[in-house]
């Protein structure tokens, strides 16, 4: 049987420097990392919903400190705002600045011709397969992180 997890490394490792060569070609590598537009694009995806850091945590499977760094930065680049709500002092919800959603125009643009590029010649049949496959082996990695008493994804 083929090695599944080398296979799966050298696809995310061929796709995410594609990304950024496409990205570089429009200049967008100088405002922000690649983790920072992911979270960018989130939050302007889902913009009409109250969206707080441990959503974000939950939404990607990142920790904490991964989730404050990353707000930190997009904070001190201007690209989100913290506001705080009223029925909790604690709480800050993240809210994208104008400068970020012009930031997410300029990516989601060149993302979307970019999918259509990749996904050519794959079927919605296979597509969905895909998919499906790839959340049966996060859920296994899943289980596999509670018995080891993590009880938390990485």
Known sequence: M???????RKFG???HRTVLAEQSKHGILQKSTHMQRIFVCYLCENEGQVTFQRDLEKQFGIRRSTATTLLNALEAKGFIERKAVDYDARLKRIVVTQKGK???KKINADMLDFQQQVLQDISE???QAFLSTLQKLAE?????NQTK???KTL
């Open 13 to 15: 490792n061929q796709f």
């Open 125 to 127: 049949n296979e597509i």
């Open 149 to 151: 008493g993590e009880g």
């Open 2 to 8: 083929a090695d599944v997890f080398l296979e799966i």
């Open 140 to 144: 296994n990695l899943k289980k596999i």
């Open 102 to 104: 012009n930031l997410f």
